[in-house]
């Protein structure tokens, strides 16, 4: 059986690595339009950084909407049990 | 008398059969046997009409070949042969046999050439879907069960009450593309879309999918909502309002998913969610959008049945069903991991994945179209079913904390079925062109062009960033959302109970006034009637003579002179 707390994937290093990683495959997609024109149907998609900006933007939206949704309309998990 | 079999029988005969036979190994042969000869018979179709039959001097069109129809029964029958590997060896009897009649009835809707027949297997499915969802089992099935079959009766009535109006007004059954103009054909809409679990009627799929079995929800994944897209695609295609209602049940869905604990009750809010992607390809209405819708529908029923094959393989493992209590799990399931990770993918549309040939499809269309807004929505809309289901999914379920779970991975047999559909997921991603063929018209469409595979990539995953940046503000609470079904899980009971409250002491003051009355009107009737009385006691009978020839003197007199 596995170790439970010392799995590579679990270790801070991997972590940092995978942060590392993770930001370059960012900073290069975006930059990789510099090479590979996007070719926007209705204009502003055509913006350099739209599709990151634009996806990270509506993320950050999303999770607050549902976040004041759910003060709305969250109950406990038994409130139809009881 | 037949030219050839109707492909719905093939399933029903395996469900009789599975019903019948008493031996494991046998029924599993015929479970998983059955659907493939119903996909050999959905092949051997051809274009137009080719079995008719009469009801009640209705002509009725039993079997009607089409491109779109084929395209549906197809994936619904796979679905069912790869459901059937997945839950062989753990479902009840009573559920394989119901999920093949369930089955039946989505073939038989996707071949249906008038109206009379649709409704007969739209009934059927509404059935025995919900005998799957009661082979769940606990108190929870049993009642989100009865909802469910409740809802879908309804629904069935009123698709039915559309359908005899059509039949009065219009004479005809036939299917063919309608408009929503009048009462009849608004009735059949909103039935229709009672079963694609459009607002303001959703929740009872996020109800009911999770309360089914490990195996059942899998099954009723892929078949329900999905036949009332090919129905709104043959009768209600470019209905402009379907563009709102579609939309609003993109976000609905990914709102809720986002909400959510429960770990397939996230699946079946994105359920809605992508079958709203679908509800707004059909409004747009274009060859393209209809492809898509169609498309979109073929790759839909392979992912989602994935992700809830994956996700039913943790609950059967674990016995656990919520985020807050997996978590982790990579460890010893690296299949089911990989395989809901290659769910989670397509249903994001990552390039390389079919939702990505499939759903830039529709967007295309609104393109084409030059829908502005439905197409920075659905923009939007796909970096959010990346977050809520792309990595919501997999990240709670098998990543996360570790939950201190060690269970096994899957057993083999639910192992081939995860595998198959994950390599289908793949095989459309890179080879769209073997599915673009089979879709309703002919496809002029490039979906790997650099730019575009670009936007999405800088789309998703910085959707990706915005996840783990956001993480703390998604921390899973032990909670339930409410849904439009508070109006009669919760609001109906209340308002009975204070309708009997605030009613009580009126009615009470009332009863107590009439009682009153009753008795002031007793005593005086006892006291004229009584045997004592004015009009009770006895009267010596020359006193009554005497009254008599008195009142009949009045009334002559009152004769002669009037």
């Known amino acids: ?82 | 008398m037949f030219e050839m079999l109707p492909p719905a029988l093939a399933l029903i005969g395996g469900a009789l059969l599975t019903a019948l036979i008493s031996s494991r190994q046998l029924r599993a042969v015929v479970v998983i046997v059955a659907p493939l000869i119903c996909l050999y018979l959905i092949w051997q179709v051809p274009d137009g009409v080719v079995l008719r039959g009469e009801f009640l001097g209705y002509p009725l069109e039993l079997v009607e070949g089409g491109p779109v129809r084929r395209l549906f029964a197809t994936i619904f029958a796979i679905m069912s042969a790869t459901g059937a590997v997945f839950a062989f060896n753990h479902a009840r009897r009573t559920e394989l046999v119901a999920a093949q009649l369930y089955a039946a009835g989505a073939v038989g809707v996707s071949f249906a050439g008038d109206l009379l027949t649709l409704f007969v297997f739209w009934e059927i499915m509404a059935l025995f879907s919900t005998v799957v969802v009661w082979c769940g089992g606990t108190e929870n099935a049993r009642a989100a069960g009865v909802r469910y079959a409740i809802m879908h009766l309804l629904g069935g009535v009123i698709l039915k009450v559309g359908i005899e109006g059509l039949l009065v007004t219009t004479g005809s059954l036939d299917i063919r593309p309608l408009a929503a103009e009048d009462f009849s054909t608004w009735m059949i809409l909103i039935g229709i879309l009672i079963n694609a679990a459009a607002p303001p009627l959703s929740s009872w799929l996020s109800d009911a999918y999770p309360t089914a079995s490990p195996t059942g929800s899998v099954f009723l994944s892929a078949f329900t909502t999905k036949t009332a897209i090919l129905a709104l695609i043959l009768l209600f295609p470019g209905e402009s309002i379907l563009v709102g209602i579609g939309l609003f049940m993109v976000f609905y869905g990914i709102f809720y998913a986002l909400l959510e604990n429960d770990i397939r009750r996230i699946l079946a809010f994105s359920i809605v969610n992508q079958v709203g992607f679908m509800v707004v390809a059909v409004g747009i209405g274009t060859e393209t959008a209809i492809n898509g819708a169609s498309a979109h529908a073929f790759a839909h029923i392979i992912y989602k049945a994935l992700l809830f094959m994956s996700a039913g393989v943790v609950v059967m493992r674990t016995g656990k069903h919520l985020c807050t209590d997996v978590g982790g799990l990579f460890r010893t399931m690296p299949v089911t991991m990989w395989c809901g990770v290659i769910g989670a993918l397509a249903i994001s549309s990552f390039p390389l994945t079919s939702g990505f040939t499939t759903k830039t499809l529709i967007s295309q269309a609104a393109v084409d179209e030059g829908l502005v807004t439905v197409y920075f929505l659905l923009a939007a809309a796909s970096a959010g079913v990346f977050l809520h289901a792309g990595i919501k999914f997999p990240w709670f379920v098998f990543f996360q904390k570790d939950s201190g779970l060690r269970p096994d991975d899957a057993p083999w047999n639910m192992r081939i079925a995860m595998l198959f559909f994950a390599f289908l997921c793949i095989l459309i991603g890179v080879y769209p062109q073997l599915l673009y063929p089979l879709l309703p018209y002919a496809v002029d469409y490039h979906p790997y062009k650099p730019g575009k595979v670009l936007f999405y990539l800088q789309l998703l995953l910085f959707s990706g960033l915005a996840f783990f940046l956001l993480l703390p503000w998604m921390k899973r609470t032990l909670t339930i959302s409410l849904d439009v079904d508070w109006l009669w899980r919760r609001g109906m009971p209340v308002l009975v109970q204070f309708v009997a409250r605030i009613g009580k002491p009126p009615v009470v003051a009332a009863r107590r006034r009439l009682q009153h009355g009753v008795d002031l009107l007793t005593a005086s009737a006892r006291h004229t009637m009584g045997h004592t009385g004015p009009l009770g006691r006895s009267w010596e009978i020359g006193t009554t003579a005497l009254w008599i020839v008195l009142l009949l003197m009045i009334y002559v007199f009152a004769y002669y002179l009037f």
């Open chain 1, 1 to 82: 059986m596995t170790q439970p707390d010392n799995h590579w994937l679990t270790r801070p290093t991997t972590i940092r690595w995978l942060w590392i990683i993770g930001y370059s495959v960012l900073a290069m997609t975006v930059l990789l339009q510099l090479l590979i024109p996007i070719k926007g149907y209705f204009g502003v998609d055509s913006w350099f950084g739209f599709g990151a900006l634009f996806g990270f933007l509506s993320c950050v939206l999303m999770v607050f909407g549902a976040k004041f949704i759910g003060k709305l309309l969250k109950r406990p998990e038994d409130y139809y049990d009881v």
